[in-house]
């Protein structure tokens, strides 16, 4: 039981710590500057991509896309720049983490 108890809160760590880097990494690509998880700023709240996307086919690579080359139209009058000091690996990585808020 004790070794279980250990193993669980071992892997609840190197989750966690996952999705704080996710979150650092976002903060780090000036993504928060109009983004936040729970709310609408100047782009739609991570939640509210991750309920639009969920169960789509193809979601995770069209916004690996538009993170990299940027977008208009799905969210409203305001595009989405283009980040080109972020990498394909990177914005896969981030992609991930917004699709998992809920």
């Not at 139209?73 to 808020?101: C, D, F, I």
Request: charged share 20%.
């Amino acid at each position: 039981m004790k070794r279980s108890l250990m193993l669980l809160m071992a892997v609840s760590a190197l989750v966690s710590t996952s999705a704080f880097a996710q979150a650092d990494l976002a903060k780090a690509k000036n993504c928060m500057a109009c983004h936040a998880i729970g709310t609408k700023l100047v782009g739609p709240a991570y939640k509210d991509v991750a309920a639009k996307y969920a169960g789509q086919k193809g979601a995770e690579d069209k916004l690996v896309q538009k993170v990299m080359k940027g977008g208009s139209g799905v969210w409203g009058p305001v595009p989405m720049p283009a980040n080109p000091q972020v990498s394909e690996a990177e914005a896969r990585s981030l992609v991930k983490w917004v699709l998992a808020q809920k």
